[in-house]
């Protein structure tokens, strides 16, 4: 299947924003829904192997996104950003499967990329659906079915809140499609309601489970830019709100902008 979009994979799989994709040669491959999916990219998009649904795919990539306009928005409120969108074309924001995409990110809390990687191929391999050469992500019923399983994964203090999470996802406890319907600000407020959920994991969340643009999560990395670029330290709102005010409706795309350049650059 070839897709045509505007969008490089490189920065847009292998920047920490999903975490089930590996790189072997030119191929990307990786599992959305119950699919195991290899994207070649090539002149004008990519070659799609193992996917039967094209406007799925599309949906993933936020194929509606305009993103020379979203570069130019971005790019006006700071040059640093428009050095760094120039030199990054095509990255694109995510948009992932809202339940996989929370119970990642609370298992994504004080570790690094490649650890956060191994816990959710073993939650996956634990409890996931048999794809073949892959698991798929696993509904909170899969997990709760085989609880006392849950130890294999090694998920150390995480591992009460991830079970947890699974059973108020189970009970309608969690409402994902009314945080879908709210705004910023009720999304936020909603996910943080959730134990193991807090202001960075929400923002993450917000930005690629819910497709909230504005959403400006603060790690390490971004604060140490935000420190040596702007000048800009305090506490997680302080930081978090700086970059939703100085970068507008796509303050996640310049957040992308400047964890991809840390990455690249080792600082």
């Known amino acids: 299947m070839q897709i045509e979009l505007d969008v490089s994979l490189d920065p847009t799989l292998g920047c920490g924003q999903a975490h089930r994709w590996?790189?072997?040669?030119r191929v990307w491959s990786g599992v959305?829904?119950?699919e195991v999916i290899c994207l070649t990219e090539g002149p004008g998009g990519f070659e799609a192997e193992g996917?039967?649904?094209r406007e799925a795919l599309l949906r993933y990539f936020r194929s509606g996104d305009d993103l020379s306009l979203i570069v130019k928005e971005v790019s006006a409120a700071d040059p640093y950003i428009a050095s760094l969108s120039s030199s990054c074309p095509g990255m694109r924001i995510l948009k992932q499967e809202p339940w996989e995409c929370l119970a990642t990110y609370v298992l994504a809390t004080n570790v690094n990329v490649k650890r956060i990687a191994k816990m959710i191929e073993s939650v996956c391999d634990t409890?996931?659906?048999d794809l073949g050469e892959r698991r798929a992500f696993p509904t909170p019923g899969q997990i709760l079915d085989k609880q006392d399983e849950v130890p294999r994964c090694r998920l150390g203090y995480r591992e009460e809140r991830f079970i947890e999470l699974a059973v108020n996802a189970e009970k309608g406890l969690i409402d994902l499609e009314a945080m879908e319907e709210a705004d910023y600000t009720g999304c936020i407020n909603d996910l943080m309601?959730?134990?193991?959920?807090?202001?960075?994991?929400a923002d993450c969340v917000a930005l690629f489970g819910f497709g909230h643009l504005e959403a400006f999560p603060v790690d390490a990395r971004i604060s140490k830019c935000l420190n040596g670029m702007y000048g800009v330290s305090g506490n997680y709102k302080k930081m978090s709100a700086f970059g939703r005010e100085k970068f507008g409706r796509y303050a996640g795309y310049a957040q992308e902008f400047l964890y991809h350049s840390s990455v690249i650059t080792g600082r």
């Open 127 to 129: 409890f996931g659906r």
């Open 22 to 25: 590996r790189k072997a040669g």
């Open 51 to 53: 996917c039967s649904d």
């Open 193 to 201: 309601r959730i134990n193991g959920v807090g202001p960075k994991v």
């Open 32 to 34: 959305i829904g119950n």
